[in-house]
């Protein structure tokens, strides 16, 4: 695996721990805190930096079937990080979070599961 993909590679585990921290915090306690903001923030980030680093590093072209998951998946997440800051500049941390935006941040992030899986699943299979 060349250092692009390698680089790629560990910076999406961090989106994964950063956005698994702010995912699972929010469903458990059904509210917007500044931990969830930070952290939804922060994956958001890294999952752009280990997505250009691995269209970067890789020698296919970007539009394989997980490349489209993959930008699907990453866009879901930026709405959902959209949503969650625009909801909680409305409300207070200590509103409950609608139960609409609460369904589309778990399924966002079942999708980004998906795509993470299948990612390395091919890595795998290399």
Known sequence: MN????FGTRIVVLALLA???AIITEQRKHKISD?????????ILLDITATGFMIAGSP??????????????????LID???LWRYRLKNDAATKVVRSLHLYSRV???????????????????
């Open 3 to 6: 250092i692009l993909l390698t």
């Open 19 to 21: 956005y698994s921290v």
């Open 35 to 43: 931990l969830v903001l930070w952290f939804i923030s922060a994956g």
């Open 60 to 77: 296919n072209t970007p539009f394989t079937f997980h490349g489209i998951l993959g930008y699907s998946s990453l866009t879901a997440m």
């Open 81 to 83: 990080a959209f949503l």
């Open 108 to 126: 966002a992030y079942i999708w980004w599961i998906l795509a993470f899986i299948t990612g390395g699943a091919i890595a795998i299979l290399n």
